[in-house]
């Protein structure tokens, strides 16, 4: 049963006001409105459950985590159809983020068991030695309560209890949750799952607080409450700029990770457009259309070298992206932004419309634009993320302005390289350029679909996201999170648990 009330250290809380959900499909509903003192009740809470949660063991936080997904997938039924309703989202996504959804929290409760995010490390004492060493111990330590932005597009996998709450339970930090009005039915169910695990496994119920909003107010509180000590966002450029600002300006700053998007160029070289380009052309439609384009790592943008097999390849991805249908966006607000994005494209000059479409409403159906490499590098609007189904393909006169095209990307999530053998003196010549571009670089893929793991990178140099060192995806996530600590001539008594 959803309530429409925050919960705060263990207890549902209402508001003096409301606001209304906006769904996709049925009735909206009324849910309490976060404030200041919402906020300042969560994370005073977060930072009396720091002193015990920060502070225990690798098996307690696992345990809880697995709790947690155990709650999850027994709510099931109810996240994907609250969650569908909000969203637009088709039930068979839903499904799959949640699999996503708790595949991390458990992955987060191997990781931290593994303990090698800890990176331990001793310099024995040297007492003979002029001047003597001292002995030197170090650990990873939790930095305290963190903040979390639920994301729009991702109703579980990047919000309530995603992999930046995930990351922050795992390293030992209490969590508040400032949830996304576009789901905020599957917020609070998921804000019940992690309560129902809070009890389970008997942890202070400050380590985690859901806070619903869909003003300003309660955002800035967060990023700038003193006992607040990291944030992690997903959302658009212009916001998480806004709360990057804030958390640079506090008395004491605080990092913001910030995962804000990007245009993921994919270049196309040229054997492997000769070859497979209308494989290719098929295959990015359908990235490109995924989710009604919704994605961070959505592929925007294609670079080609001009010419038949380059027109070839744009006959073919237009034909694949006109057999694609209308789609439901997350949001009104989501959907006029696309259509204000498309406009931007549309009357640039030097760009030609490829495939158009009728967008009404909350609908989004694909567009297709062409504009030669001069063009592109005079129009810098042009790289600027469009969120939805909409693809540019860029025509360079040769590799050489090609490869300028690539020097001049801003900060991205992915780049992809379509190549053959026979391309792989051109692909060395960019891999230098594109690794100083993004966190991700793929050959003979789409960006789409951003696996779990050890080895994955979701960030990159900004605007793609506001650190260029860390990344909210995978179990590198974690080290947002910790802090390294040394422990000079320390009795074993006084050391963490974690260096005795």
Same mark, same amino acid.
């Given at each position: ?17 409301? &606001? ?20 300042? +009740? ?65 992955? &987060?409760? #191997? ?36 903040? *979390? &932005? ?8 990047? $919000? ?12 030992? =930090? ?26 389970? =496994?008997?942890?202070?119920? @400050?380590? /985690?607080?859901?806070?619903? $909003? ?18 992690? &966002? ?12 804030? =958390? ?18 994919? /270049?196309?070289l040229p054997h492997a457009l000769k070859a497979r380009g209308a494989e290719i052309a098929k295959g990015w439609a359908g990235s490109l259309t995924m989710g009604a384009g919704q994605f961070c790592t959505n592929p925007g943008v294609v670079i080609a070298l001009k010419g038949a097999d380059a027109q070839a390849f744009a006959a073919a991805a237009g034909e694949a992206l006109a057999s694609v249908s209308a789609q439901t966006m !997350?949001?009104?607000? %989501? ?23 009728? =967008?009404?409403?909350?609908? +989004? +159906? ?20 469009? /969120?939805?189904?909409? @693809? %540019? ?5 040769? /590799? +050489? ?9 801003? @900060? ?29 670089? !793929? ?41 390294? *600590? #040394? ?14």
């Amino acid at each position: 049963m959803i309530t429409g009330k925050h919960l705060i250290a263990g207890q549902w809380v209402e508001g003096d006001t409301t &606001f209304s959900s906006q769904p996709a499909h049925g009735p909206a509903a009324d849910y309490a409105q976060g404030t200041k003192a919402h906020i300042d +009740a969560a994370a005073t809470a977060a930072e009396e459950a720091f002193w015990s949660y920060g502070y225990s063991s690798a098996e307690i936080r696992a345990g809880f985590l697995t709790a947690i997904a155990d709650e999850l997938e027994a709510r099931g039924e109810a996240l994907t159809a609250t969650g569908t309703a909000e969203t637009g989202l088709p039930e068979a996504r839903l499904n799959g983020e949640r699999g996503r959804t708790t595949g991390q929290l458990r992955l &987060f409760a #191997s990781h931290i068991l593994d303990g090698a995010y800890l990176d331990r490390r001793h310099d024995k004492a040297l007492p003979d030695r002029t001047p003597p060493r001292p002995d030197i111990k170090m650990v990873e330590r939790p930095v305290g309560p963190v903040g *979390v &932005f639920g994301a729009s597009n991702f109703p579980l996998a990047f $919000s309530t209890a995603g992999g930046d709450t995930a990351s922050a339970l795992a390293a030992g =930090c209490p969590v508040v949750v400032k949830g996304h009005p576009a789901h905020p039915g599957t917020a609070e169910i998921v804000a019940q799952a992690i309560h129902a695990a809070i009890k389970t =496994c008997g942890v202070h119920e @400050g380590v /985690f607080s859901l806070v619903q $909003s869909n003003s300003r107010e309660a955002g800035e509180a967060l990023v700038t409450h003193p006992l607040i000590q990291a944030i992690g &966002f997903t959302g658009s450029l212009g916001a998480g700029r806004a709360l990057f600002d804030l =958390c640079a300006a506090r008395p004491t700053p605080i990092p913001f990770y910030g995962e804000l998007g990007s245009i993921n160029p994919m /270049f196309l070289l040229p054997h492997a457009l000769k070859a497979r380009g209308a494989e290719i052309a098929k295959g990015w439609a359908g990235s490109l259309t995924m989710g009604a384009g919704q994605f961070c790592t959505n592929p925007g943008v294609v670079i080609a070298l001009k010419g038949a097999d380059a027109q070839a390849f744009a006959a073919a991805a237009g034909e694949a992206l006109a057999s694609v249908s209308a789609q439901t966006m !997350l949001t009104d607000g %989501i959907a006029a932004a696309y259509r204000s994005g498309r406009e931007a494209v549309a009357r640039t000059a030097g760009v030609e419309e490829l495939l158009a479409a009728a =967008c009404e409403g909350r609908n +989004a +159906a694909p567009y297709l634009y062409r504009v030669a490499g001069r063009d592109w590098l005079d129009a810098r609007v042009l790289a600027e993320e469009v /969120f939805g189904p909409l @693809g %540019i393909i860029v025509e360079a006169e040769d /590799f +050489a302005q090609m490869k300028a095209i690539a020097l001049g990307l801003h @900060g991205q999530l992915t780049c992809t390289l379509q190549m053959e053998d026979a391309d792989l003196g051109h692909a060395r010549e960019l891999m230098p350029v594109l690794e100083r571009k993004a966190g991700r670089l !793929l050959a003979n893929g789409f960006p789409t679909g951003v696996e779990v793991c050890d080895a994955m990178v979701h960030g990159g140099p900004y605007p793609a996201s506001t650190n260029f060192g860390a990344t909210s995806v995978g179990t590198l996530a974690i080290r947002r999170f910790i802090r390294p *600590v #040394s422990y000079q001539n320390m009795p074993d008594d006084l050391l963490p648990l974690e260096l005795r």
